[in-house]
């Protein structure tokens, strides 16, 4: 029932906050006819996470009722998506500042939740697999629902449908267990900078962010990737869409299987080590030009060990973080992910006249580095369990 009631509550945020990437450029392009405005709402929805992540974490680290904090973030996003859904009978700048807004709560559930993740499921290893299944259903399932209902319907009806989605959310953290850190001794600009410090100069977590972070250079990039693949082997645009649902589909696979069971008893840093590289030699098998059904295959085999590996992170920032800053490292880890997927999305962009083959293989060469990255991860400085708060 612990999982039940996290899935309940962190799943239907997710869903949300992933399907309106999708949903908003359209519905710009369908009430304004603008392309233009579809990208400047996307980055008002996206870009404000980045900056706040670590004052969110620090709140969420001194509140004596966290799961407060949840609720009004995810009714905040509710409203935020109805008025969203309303461009072009409601001023465009008042959907803008909605969109802003909403953004600033977006770390509480995409990141700051995370930490809090056992306080619902006791034992770790559990807890973030089935973190990392909640990641990994929304990031798929999101941007279904919002293309089914934008193909059904209109841009309109997918955007309400990610409001009346967060609303569901609303009602799913009611019941989630979140329990409070131990109470704070210093000021909150003190706990933003012990948190930054934590994360440069404690070498296990700058080990684990580093790693984490340059992964998604490559998540980001394989979107811009995939196109170039299908137009040059299978001569259109079409395969991909099947190129980057294959990929989804493996991390669904991957993200299920180790909810289900433990699979191995190595380390948390070696299952993220193995699985990020073996994600990258796996990508990278897609650089000679064996046809388009070899390429979706591998690409959809890579994507099995994408999950393991993040659950496998999201438990050492657990490890690895003393109560005090914990949901500042969970919360600046997400951010610093998310903007390095805009970063990879951009550089792909650039080179995107090179030959797709090489695109993909410089892909799997990043998601290589970001693997062999945990062979410094050191075996000697981990955080005291007391310290840690469970």
Known sequence: MSAFSYQAASVPLRLASAGTVVALPVLAVERLDSVAIGGLLTGAALFPAIVVAPLVGTVLDRMRRPRRLLIGAALTT?????????????????????????????????????????????????????????????????????????????????????????????????????DAR????????????????????????????????????????????????????????????????????????????????????????????????ATGVLIFAATPDLGILYTIAVIGLAGIFTAPANAAMLLLRDQESPATVKSQV??????????????????????SGLDAGWLIGGIGVVWMLSGLLLVAFPRDQRVPRAERGH
Do not use: C, N
């Open 330 to 351: 969970f919360t600046i880890g997400a951010g610093l992910r998310s903007a390095a997927a805009a970063v990879g999305a951009a550089l792909a962009g650039a080179v």
């Open 182 to 277: 131990p109470a704070p001794e210093q000021g909150v600009r003190r706990t933003i900078a012990a948190g930054i410090t934590h994360l440069v100069r404690h070498r296990p977590i700058a080990v684990v962010t580093i790693s984490g972070t340059l992964s998604q250079v490559g998540g980001g990039a394989a979107g811009v990737a995939a196109v170039g693949l299908s137009i040059e082997r299978a001569g259109d645009i079409g395969a991909a869409a099947w190129i980057m649902t294959a990929f989804a589909v493996g991390g669904l696979a991957g993200a299920i299987a180790i909810a289900v069971r433990r699979w191995t008893r190595r380390s948390p840093a070696w299952v993220m080590g193995a699985g990020f590289a």
């Open 78 to 178: 509710a409203l935020a998506f109805a008025i969203a859904a309303m461009l072009g009978d409601v001023p465009t700048g008042l959907v803008a500042l909605a969109l802003v807004i909403a953004g600033l709560t977006t770390p509480v559930y995409m990141g700051g939740m995370s930490s809090f993740v056992t306080s619902a499921i006791a034992e770790p290893r559990k807890a973030y697999a089935q973190d990392s299944l909640s990641y990994t259903m929304a990031s798929i399932a999101g941007p279904a629902i919002a293309a089914l209902a934008i193909a059904l319907d209109s841009a309109r009806s997918a955007m309400f449908a990610m409001a009346v989605l967060a609303l569901i959310g609303t009602f799913g953290s009611l019941g989630l267990s979140m």
